[in-house]
């Protein structure tokens, strides 16, 4: 079973940064998507970034909230990925979840249902 661990989160004020990190335990595996999903209190589980391969080619996503402020990259080698959060705000506290996916869907928005993996998820607090 693949274990799936992220780590970086943490408190920080408004307008910080952190730096979010995610590593899968099997090395044989190829991970062709790499996405970070982020759950608040009382609300449903959303996308924030993702990475999807795609040929040679590595095709980011963004949400809208946080777009500009957020970079996600990827070390398929280690099979890790990051999440760099700049300029935060009060409302990116949630808990963040790491999902590694196999085989992501080919569709213009990044999709993976099946043959993933999430991590346990590393709680963020932006205070104001």
């Known amino acids: 079973q693949v274990q799936v661990v992220e780590s970086g989160g943490g408190l920080v004020q408004t307008g910080g940064s952190l730096k979010l990190s995610c590593a899968a335990s099997d090395s044989s595996i190829n991970f062709y998507g790499m996405a970070w999903y982020r759950q608040a209190p009382g609300m449903q589980r959303e996308l924030v970034a993702a990475s999807r391969l795609v040929g040679d080619a590595d095709k980011l996503s963004y949400a809208d909230s946080v777009r500009g402020r957020f970079t996600i990259s990827r070390d398929n080698a280690k099979k890790t990925v990051f999440l760099q959060m700049n300029s935060l705000k009060p409302e990116d506290t949630a808990v963040y979840y790491c999902?590694?996916?196999?085989?992501?869907?080919?569709?213009?928005?990044?999709?993976?249902?099946?043959?993933?993996?999430w991590g346990q998820g590393t709680q963020v607090t932006v205070s104001s």
């Open positions: 999902q590694m996916c196999r085989w992501p869907a080919l569709t213009n928005n990044y999709d993976c249902r099946t043959d993933h993996y």
